[in-house]
C-alpha cells in the first residue's frame, strides 16, 4: 500500500494531468474495498 501511495505520488508530481489526485480515493476503494470488514 505504501508502494502504491509513494508511485501514485511520484506520477502525480510528473505528469499532474495522467494522475490526478481526485482519483486516488476510487483507485484504493476498487483496490482494498473488497478487504475491508463489512458492516452488519
Not at 508511485?7 to 476498487?30: C, I, K, M, N, S
Amino acid at each position: 500500500m505504501i508502494a502504491l501511495d509513494v508511485g501514485l505520488a511520484l506520477q502525480h508530481f510528473v505528469d499532474p494531468d495522467g494522475a490526478p489526485l481526485a482519483r486516488y480515493p476510487r483507485l484504493y476503494e476498487t483496490l482494498f474495498g473488497p478487504l475491508a470488514p463489512q458492516s452488519k
